[in-house]
């Protein structure tokens, strides 16, 4: 049983926690919170351990009627690995707590690729967690762009790729987020930082990218154009995609034709929180000309990296081979739509 915890309880661990309960050969510890609000209390609902992100605060949660089992220091005394899932750079922060309990870390896509030994996703670099003490796992859009670069490199070449992300102004919860009226080039500069992201997981994959915010809450969209070494037809790219488990290939008579559709198709089929763990590629969209490929897909940016960080813990914490894991991850959260 590999014991893990997971601090910072919010959009991505709050599900990485659950994906995790989810899990034969994990234990959730628990979870840790900084301040005693809805989150706290659902996660105690949940049946999670909660513990306090920061000592001083325990009388706050007490005050609100929250049970609080320790510190951060007494969760990370009771783990094997920690799952950090903090905001863009508290997780820097973080770095020397763990490294002074010696506990083994995972972090997200928000912090520098230079926080961890390597940066990781499942499908393109799993192997780079042989003999880490720490993995990042990438960015929900890096995550996305690797399971779909990886597969048609390996099957054909990829000469360039160039990939348009238009990207979602905030999460559902996030109130303060934008923009409201407005699609903005986001960074104003091309290309984005997303192509060397992709680098950190794909070395030797050739990518461009620019990227634009939009004032939506659901997915990312990507459009996407790679020119491969190769010709296939539209039909063999598809029948490639089709047979990654974490790419949804949408059926043409599906009826679905954007992202309001795809969450609700989500959570008519019972997924919790209506999560989208896979990419969702329109069928449709997939397009050879020559040797260039076009497509269009969607990245549900809050579920996207979930089964990344299960199989993380895994590559990190055991031997596991990658089939094995990714097996083994996405039958116990039923990830394959
Ligand atoms: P979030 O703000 O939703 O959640 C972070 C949680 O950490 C909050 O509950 C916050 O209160 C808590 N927190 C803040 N400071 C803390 C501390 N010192 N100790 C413990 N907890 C603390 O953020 P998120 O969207 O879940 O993002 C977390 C990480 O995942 C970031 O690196 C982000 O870039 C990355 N990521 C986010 C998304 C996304 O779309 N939301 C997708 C992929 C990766």
């Known amino acids: 049983m590999i014991r893990v915890g997971v601090n910072g309880y919010g959009t991505i661990g709050k599900r990485v926690a659950d994906a995790v309960a989810a899990q034969a050969d994990m234990e959730l510890v628990g979870v840790t919170k900084t301040t005693p609000n809805y989150g706290a209390e ?13 000592d001083d605060r325990a009388d706050q949660f007490e005050a609100a009627g929250l049970k609080v089992t320790g510190t951060l220091s007494d969760l990370l005394d009771a783990v094997d690995v920690v799952v950090d899932c903090c905001p863009s750079g508290i997780g820097e ?21 230079g926080i961890a ?42 000469e360039k790729a160039r990939v348009t992300l238009v990207r979602r102004g905030g999460d559902p919860s996030e109130t ?27 070395s030797d994959v050739d990518v461009d990218t620019a990227a634009l915010r939009a004032p939506v809450t659901a997915m990312h969209t990507h459009s996407v154009n790679v020119t491969l070494d190769g010709d296939p037809s539209a039909a063999a790219v598809g029948a490639l995609l089709a047979d990654e488990s974490r790419l949804f290939l949408i059926p043409e ?50 579920a996207d990296v979930v089964p990344e960080n299960v199989d993380a813990i895994r590559a990190l914490m055991t031997d596991t081979p990658r089939e094995e894991s990714v097996a083994r991850t996405d039958e116990s959260l039923g990830v394959g739509l």
Not at 45 to 51: A, S
Not at 125 to 143: F, I, K, M, Q
Not at 177 to 195: E, F, L, Q, Y
């Open 176 to 202: 303060d987020r934008g923009p409201i009226n407005d699609v903005v080039p986001d960074p104003r500069t091309v290309p984005s930082h997303h192509g060397p992201d992709v680098n950190t997981v794909l």
């Open 253 to 302: 008579g599906a009826g679905i034709d954007g992202a309001g559709a795809l969450k609700d198709y989500a959570a008519d089929v019972g997924r919790p929180r209506g999560d989208l763990w896979e990419n969702c590629v329109w069928e449709e969209s997939i397009s050879v000309e020559g040797r260039d490929l076009y497509l269009f897909q969607n990245v549900h940016q809050e």
């Open 117 to 158: 030994d390597a940066s990781f996703n499942a499908r393109g670099s799993y192997e780079v967690a042989r003999g880490a003490d720490s993995l990042r796992v990438v960015s929900c859009n890096t995550t996305g762009l690797s399971r779909l670069l990886a597969p048609l490199d390996e099957a054909y070449g990829i």
């Open 42 to 54: 659902a996660a105690i609902r949940r049946g999670y351990d909660l513990y306090v992100a920061i």
């Open 93 to 113: 922060r973080n770095r020397s707590i763990y490294e002074a309990h010696g506990v083994p870390a995972i972090y997200q896509g928000g912090e520098d690729a």
